[in-house]
């Protein structure tokens, strides 16, 4: 289970210390979807960008993983205690192929969750890589190139689709994961989506897309405001959503 307990978020800038996140308490738990709903600026993506330590963020109160207090883990130590996060805005890595970027990921993940374990080869990894690729519909050549250089808003989902495949992790934060794409590949992403939760998996959705939702039903919606989590509630509260919209929640 993640626990947020009175956790705020304001700005990490001494000249602005602006409130992001105003005392947000909640828990995920394993096994189930959650929708993270809200007007442009209520700060959604504040929130799951502070749990994993961004810059320009600083955070306070409660963050338990598993029990754990997580207030002093880094971003990486974070990625290898089975956290997650599908960035909006994929940033392009010129010089490092994304193969080779995918093989050192796994290692490190491989190293942490069993440390018994011996890294894998090129020839080891790649093999299966092409497996996961084929389940994906990923050419394989396509990992040849470099790091999200040029790929399509659905090329580059796809990569983190195969991250998460590759790293296994047990919470998912997915922000607008869904943005620009068509409806086969959201018809894929969702698929991908019931796979986790049958896995046993926690996935944190953050969207504005509402046809994603008619084909994915969330176990619990959230909304926020002005940075405060102001209503949570199951599939209903998406329908009341589309009629009266967020400033009647």
């Known amino acids: 289970m993640l626990t947020l307990d009175s956790f705020s978020v304001k700005l990490a800038d001494p000249s602005n210390e602006k409130t992001i996140i105003q005392t947000f308490s909640y828990s995920f738990i394993p096994g189930k979807i959650y929708c993270i709903l809200g007007q442009n600026g209520s ?4 929130l799951v960008f502070s749990l994993f330590w961004h810059p320009g963020y600083q955070k306070s109160g409660v963050l338990l993983l598993d029990g754990d207090d997580t207030s002093t883990l880094s971003p990486d ?4 205690r089975w956290l997650f ?9 010129p010089g490092i192929l994304l193969k080779e970027y ?18 894998l080869s090129s020839f080891l990894f790649w093999r299966l890589l092409e497996r996961e690729c084929r389940e994906l519909s990923i050419d394989p050549a396509f990992l040849q190139r470099d790091l ?8 580059k989902r796809k990569i983190e689709l195969l991250q998460i495949r590759l790293l296994d992790p047990k919470y998912i934060f997915l922000d607008e994961i869904d943005a620009g794409l068509d409806i086969d590949a ?15 998996k926690c996935i944190v959705l953050i969207t504005h897309n509402f046809h994603l939702l008619d084909t994915l039903t969330p176990d619990e919606v959230l909304v926020m405001q002005k940075g405060a989590l102001v209503s949570s509630g199951k599939w209903e509260l998406i329908a009341k959503i589309r009629i009266s919209g967020f400033e009647k929640i």
Do not use: C, D
């Not at 996060?85 to 890595?93: A, D, G, K, R």
């Open 148 to 155: 999200y250089v040029g790929f399509s808003g659905w090329e």
């Open 102 to 119: 995918l093989r050192i990921i796994y290692n490190i993940h491989l190293a942490t969750i069993h440390p018994e374990a011996k890294p």
């Open 77 to 80: 130590s974070l990625s290898t």
């Open 85 to 93: 996060l599908s960035f909006q805005n994929v940033p392009e890595i």
């Open 186 to 200: 959201l018809s894929i992403l969702t698929q991908e989506m019931q796979r986790w939760k049958q896995e046993g």
């Open 43 to 46: 700060g959604k993506s504040s």
